[in-house]
């Protein structure tokens, strides 16, 4: 989908609908003045989100449909602390100690036992001593929301908890948000569920006249050489 129908993805994620999420856990942190590199910036909806809170963000995205969705949206705003370059979870594209946080905002990371350590040593490297590495991902069992029962998605039903085993070992706290996606419509909720899940979601739907679904997100923080 990230690669053929990055315009979908926009409509499918949940990053953005209620900015209550977003707003919580950033104001957590201070992010004023800081430089952050958002991994998996995909078509940018995690960076345009960050940008007013920090000085800089560099998204870095491997997936070239996607960066370049996201391009166009800079040029399109006039954002100028924001810039968009490619490179990957494994082998982060910046110097040793160059950003005060990393962030990965719901960024596959496939298959995570090695992709997630890998991650972690990179982002360890370019984080200033006492920055932060932020990472949200689908509470585990919640993938798909209220919907997981019926998509039952093999792949984040084996990796969730293995990813969820990564961040816990490697000494990652964690908090959980619900967030809820309201389509307004029924036509549009399936417009853009149906089109990805298909004819069981679509059916579900309309036996339920649902226009929203609920999802479960884990925010995992870990702050690097504190002192
Ligand atoms: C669910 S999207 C999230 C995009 C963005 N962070 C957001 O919140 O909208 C996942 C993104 O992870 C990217 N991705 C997949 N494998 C990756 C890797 N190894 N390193 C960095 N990004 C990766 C995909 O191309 C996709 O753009």
Redesign the pocket.
């Known amino acids: 989908m990230?690669r053929d129908f990055p315009e979908k993805?926009d409509e499918f994620?949940t990053?953005g609908w209620n900015h209550k999420e977003e707003n919580q856990i950033y104001n957590k942190f201070n992010f004023n003045e800081k430089q952050v590199a958002?991994?998996?910036?995909?078509?940018g909806?995690?960076t345009f989100l960050l940008a007013p809170y920090a000085k800089f963000v560099i998204g870095?995205?491997?997936?070239k449909s996607?960066r370049d969705l996201a391009i166009k949206k800079v040029k399109e705003k006039g954002i100028a602390n924001i810039r968009f370059i490619e490179g990957?979870?494994?082998n982060i594209p910046l110097p040793y100690n160059s950003v005060d946080y990393v962030t990965a905002?719901?960024?596959?990371?496939?298959p995570p036992d090695e992709?997630i350590p890998r991650f972690i040593e990179e982002a360890e490297r370019v984080v200033k001593p006492g920055g932060t590495i932020i990472y949200k991902g689908v509470t585990p069992g919640w993938y798909g929301g209220e919907l997981d029962h019926i998509i039952q998605d093999q792949w984040a039903i084996e990796n969730d908890p293995i990813a969820d085993n990564e961040w816990n070992k490697a000494g990652f706290s964690f908090e959980d948000y619900q967030v809820i996606q309201d389509y307004g419509t029924l036509d549009k909720i399936i417009d853009v569920y149906g089109f990805i899940f298909g004819l069981s979601v679509i059916e579900f739907l309309r036996k339920h006249r649902k226009t929203t679904i609920t999802w479960s997100y884990r925010w995992y923080f870990k702050q690097v050489n504190a002192g």
């Not at 958002?38 to 078509?43: A, L, N």
């Not at 870095?60 to 997936?63: A, D, L």
């Not at 905002?105 to 496939?110: D, Q």
């Open positions: 990230y993805y994620a990053i958002d991994i998996g910036s995909g078509s909806k995690s870095i995205e491997p997936e996607m990957a979870a494994e905002i719901t960024t596959v990371m496939n992709v």
